[in-house]
C-alpha cells in the first residue's frame, strides 16, 4: 500500500508511471526492423513471422471467404446470441453519433458549410494473443460500418496450427467485413500502411495491440505520407476509486479482469480506507486461486499499486494526474461525482456497473487511450471514421463586404498576392 501524502513528489510520479513507457528504446529498434522487413518483402515477410511469432508451420494470409460465411454455423448457440447482442447494442449507442453537416451564412452573401466524408480505407487490428477477441471486432468492426468506409480490412494474429476462430469471422461477417488477414504485430500494421500483394492499402489503421503494435503505429504514422492511427493504444490498465463502504470482493473482480489481460497491463486501486484496501489484498488472492490466467494476472500485478488517499477529491486529483484507460467509481452516490473526472477514457459509474460491461456489451467502445493519453485522446468514437472539411461560397456583394477585413489583413502580414486575389475580383465589379 502507497501511502499518498507520505510520499514525496518524486515517488508519487514513480507509482503512477507505466512499466511499459520504459522500454519503448529498445522497442522501436525491433519495431523498424519488422517494418523494414515488410516494406523490402511484402507478403512473404508477413508469412515468415507468422512462422516465427505464431508458431504456425502452414502460415495463410487471405480468409476464404466461404470460411466467414460458414463461421456461425461453427459457434454455440450462447455464444451466436451473445455476439448478436453485443453487436445490437454497440451499433444503437454508435449510430446516434452520426455526423450531421453544418450550413451557415457567417456574413451576408457569405456562406461556410461543415462537412462529412468517410475515411475510404480503413484498417482494423484485432490482438490475438492466447484467446480470441471478438468484442474487439464489433467495437472497431461497427464504426467502419457505420461510416460506409469502400475498404475494410481485418488483421489479426492466429497461433499454432489453430484455425481463425469462428467468433472472430462471425463478428466481421455481422460488421460485413469481407478481408480478413491472419497476421499481426507489427509486420500487419506496416503491410496495411504500404500495402503488400495479399494486404490491401489503408488510410488509417484502427485497434489496440502490445507495445510492437504501439511503436508501429506511431512510427508508420510519423513517415508514411497519408497514413494515420486512431490512438497510440497500447496494454490495458484501469483505475478504481473506493470509499470505506466499497465492496472488496467487486474492486478485486475489476482489478483482476484488467491484470488477466497480459503481463504488462496496469491496475491501480485509490482508497481512502485502510481497511478496503487491506480486505481487497485479501480477495485478489482469493479471487487468483480460480483464474485460468492467474499467472499473467499476477504479472501485470507486479506493476500496479494500491493507493491510500485522504479523501476523495484527492482521489479525483490522483486519477487526474494518472489519466487511465477506464476508470470504476464504487462510492457512494457515485454518479454525483461523475463531474469530478477528468482524463479517463471510459467511466463506470457505481457498484454494479463493472469495467467488463463496457469491454463486451453496453454499446460504449472498448478501444480507449492508455498511456495517459486519455489527456489528449478520445475513445473510439464513429467520427474517428470521417475526416472533415469545409466548404465556402461569396457572393460579389458578399466579397465586397468582406475585403474590409481581408485587405488590411493581407497587408499587416505583407502577403500582397493574398490581398491582389481580392482586388481584381472587385476591379472587376
Known sequence: MFKWNEGSQSAQAAILERPAVTASESIEKQTQAIINDVIANGDNALLEFAKKFDKREQPRLRVPSEEIAQSEDLLEPSLKQAIDLAYSNIKAFHQQQQPVSKKIETAPGVVCELKFEAIDAIGLYVPGGSAPLPSSVLMQGVCAQLSGATTVVLATPVNGNERIHPAI???AKLCGITTIIESGGAGVIAAMAYGTESVPKVNKVFGPGNSYVTMAKQL????????????PAGPSEVMVIADERANPAFIAADLLSQAEHGRDSQVLLVCNSEEIIALTQQ???????ALSRADIARAALENSALILVDDMGQAFDVSAKYGPEHLILQIDQADQYVGLVKNAGSVFVGDYTPESAG???SGTNHVLPTYGYSKVYSSLNLMDFYRTYTVQSITPSGLVNLSKAILPLADAEGLDAHANAVKVRLENL
Open 283 to 289: 480477495q485478489i488472492e482469493l479471487q487468483l486461486e
Open 169 to 171: 469471422l462471425y463478428a
Open 359 to 361: 469491454d463486451y456489451a
Open 220 to 231: 508508420l504514422s510519423q513517415s508514411v505520407p497519408g497514413f494515420a492511427i486512431d490512438m
